[in-house]
């Protein structure tokens, strides 16, 4: 059952119930207070009998033919006396059944020991009270009452507009928690379709979001749950295609060599050391890509309050072992900062190790860190400088920058580059502290 239906049925089910809970508690109410109201008329008129009787003189014939005279009986009242002959006087509405002719009905009534009851007539239930008198020698009995059917006519149509005006409520009401569920579950909708239309070639359809309720935060999940996909995708692709890019050389030479390789043991044992480095190339590789697919991991970093002079002056030391050039350390920063001290060591040593990639044995490269709302790590050599920043942190030129790139944004921060050509380069790493 779709969503929207059930929506729909518990809404209808639940109106149904407080409905048919209002229509009972109006039923039985108007129930009693008309059963009341007949109660107390009834009792009302058997006293003012019981009195006329004991203040007028006369036979109890006459007595009720002057009590009854003076009574303007309701739409379903009649008033009987009754005498032991048979002889019966009325005093009822014309439109109330002639009880006076069903003596069946009469004797009933009057043989009974309770003064009060019901009796069953072709015209419904009859709510009778009686009063026996005596006076003159002779005896009666004066029989009121109300037709119940009649009396309770008002109650069953009040009963019957108010189950009308329910089912018509009802139906409006559907047609309301109808649109009301298509209103809600609409963004939930477009969730779904986003997911059927979403392909591994396209991760870019995104839900729009309104509001601020629990559907908006489906949402809102649900996009970012599609940010993380297409990263994770984009990573493996880029994955695919730098191993593809910089695997490809390596695997070349050591096949070529591999099928040019003769019986002479020299040159065996060059192809075996030429392979081997080439391997072990290959291995650095593989371990650069996997630090670049980690670098968009929460737990690439391990940020800890590291000295900055500490760290530093480590960095410093490890430096020096990179190659034979005059190292100069320009600034220390003080204090401390929250960092992965190993992630920046790395990046600056990658940093360090294009300097002497690109300076010869002798130059100087400088070395510093500095604290100015950011806490800032260079290097600096006198190399041939940088002639195009835009292909700078591609990874079609090697993995080196984009790891240092990638530790650096790790950290919130950046990398930039000072650079003239023919006068060497300044790369600045920046991170929070």
């Known amino acids: 059952m779709p969503a929207r239906v059930k929506i729909m049925c518990w809404l209808l089910g639940l109106m149904t119930l407080v409905l048919a809970t209002v229509v009972v508690v109006v039923w039985r109410f108007l129930l009693v207070d008309v059963e009341d109201r007949v109660n107390r008329a009834l009792e009302q008129e058997t006293t003012e009998f019981s009195t006329y009787a004991e203040t007028h003189p006369g036979g109890t014939r006459t007595v009720a033919e002057a009590h009854l005279r003076l009574q303007y009986p309701d739409e379903h009242e009649a008033h009987f006396a009754v005498f032991p002959a048979g002889k019966v006087l009325v005093q009822r509405s014309e439109v109330t059944y002639a009880l006076e002719n069903d003596r069946a009905v009469l004797g009933t009534i009057t043989s009974a020991s309770a003064p009060w009851g019901v009796a069953s007539t072709p015209a419904g239930p009859f709510r009778w ?12 009995w004066f029989v009121t009452g109300y037709f119940e059917d009649g009396v309770l006519a008002p109650v069953h149509s009040t009963l019957r507009v108010l189950v009308l005006v329910s089912l018509a409520g009802l139906l409006i009401a559907a047609l309301i928690a109808w649109f009301v569920a298509g209103v809600i579950l609409a963004p939930v909708r477009m969730v779904r379709q986003a997911a059927a239309e979403i392909t591994e070639d396209d991760l870019t359809r995104r839900i729009p979001v309104s509001g601020n309720d629990d559907v908006a935060a489906l949402a809102q999940q649900f996009n970012s749950m599609l940010d993380r996909l297409e990263r994770s995708f984009r990573l493996q692709r880029q994955f695919l295609d730098d191993a593809s890019h910089e695997l490809r050389t390596p695997i070349t030479i050591v096949r070529g060599h591999l099928e040019l390789l003769g019986d002479d043991p020299s040159e ?40 900055l002079p500490e760290l530093t002056s480590d960095i410093d030391a490890k430096l020096r072992a990179l190659g034979d050039r005059r190292w100069v350390l320009e600034s220390i920063a003080e204090g401390e900062a929250v960092l992965d001290p190993q992630r920046v060591t790395q990046a600056l040593v990658q940093l360090a ?81």
């Open 129 to 140: 009270a009686k009063v026996h008198a005596t006076a003159g020698g002779s005896d009666m």
């Open 268 to 307: 065996r044992a060059a192809v075996v050391r030429l392979c081997t480095d080439e391997l072990d190339r290959m291995a650095r590789l593989v371990e650069d890509l996997l630090l670049l697919v980690k670098s968009e991991r929460p737990d690439f970093l391990r940020p800890v309050p590291t000295s």
């Open 353 to 433: 190790s294009n300097a002497v990639k690109h300076t010869s044995r002798g130059s100087t490269i400088h070395f510093g860190s500095s604290v100015d709302g950011v806490v800032s790590f260079w290097v600096a050599d006198s190399g041939p400088g940088v002639r195009d920043e835009s292909l700078l942190f591609s990874r079609s030129t090697g993995l080196g920058l984009p790891i240092v790139k990638a530790i650096a944004e790790a950290h919130g921060g950046r990398v930039q580059v000072l650079s003239v050509p023919g006068e060497g380069a300044t790369f600045v790493v920046e991170v929070p502290r």
